[in-house]
């Protein structure tokens, strides 16, 4: 079966920090990947996708980066957190993009 | 460019009752896709229905149904017999066909009441 992984599901760092969230998809190939950000109480901004293995697409200009190393490995990045940078990190798949996402269980980000 | 509106910030309904979510979207597409996602407290995003615009029918899935009206650009999601664990935040969205990206509306934070 198709799953979805994201880790850490809760962090605390401080400002200035670098940052690292993982997410992998397993039982499928060549997946389209996003990562989306929600402020709290807010909406979903989409961050970045992918369509394949070193291509990324941003979609707003920020302090975050995202690599795509393996088929099925998106990776979420900092160098230096900045307290905005706060928020529910959400990794989504499709497995046809007609059909909708499916998301992985979200990290919470706290920077302090 | 393509925007979803949700305009209930939040709404509330009595367990059994019947409660309906607005959502209308601006396109200039003819072809496009529709989706109602659920996120419960636990933040977890879920799909709950999916509408494809070509299709005049609006789609169900057991207590979940759709009124969408093209020609307005409206999607609205009716929630039948509501139960204490629909209640959530909602999120209408939307994906021009053969685009990969999903454009997500505000959310209508649902509260159910015993």
């Known amino acids: 079966s198709q799953t979805i992984h994201q880790w850490p599901a809760t962090l605390v760092q401080p400002v200035g920090s670098p940052l690292s969230l993982e997410c992998t998809v397993e039982g499928t190939s060549n997946p389209n990947l996003y990562w989306y950000r929600q402020a709290a109480g807010r909406g979903l901004q989409l961050l970045f996708y992918s369509v394949g293995i070193g291509q990324i697409s941003s979609e707003v200009p920020q302090n975050l980066s995202a690599s795509r190393p393996q088929d099925r490995q998106f990776i979420l990045s900092s160098k230096k957190l900045l307290l905005s940078d706060s928020g529910f990190y959400l990794c989504a798949w499709s497995p046809n993009p007609n059909y909708g996402y499916t998301f992985g269980s979200g990290t919470r980000l706290t920077v302090v | 460019a393509q925007t979803v509106t949700q305009s209930q910030p939040e709404m509330s309904v009595q367990e059994a009752e019947t409660v309906t979510l607005s959502c209308t979207y601006d396109t200039s597409e003819s072809d496009y896709y529709l989706f109602w996602y659920k996120q419960p407290p636990s933040r977890q995003m879920i799909l709950v229905i999916r509408q494809e615009a070509y299709k005049q029918q609006n789609a169900t899935e057991n207590r979940f149904s759709v009124n969408f009206q093209k020609a307005a650009k409206s999607f609205s999601l009716k929630i039948s017999d509501s139960q204490l664990g629909d209640a959530a935040m909602y999120f209408c969205?939307?994906?021009?066909?053969?685009?990969?990206?999903?454009?997500f509306g505000p959310g209508t934070s649902l509260s159910v009441i015993p």
């Open positions: 969205a939307y994906m021009k066909t053969s685009y990969d990206k999903v454009i």
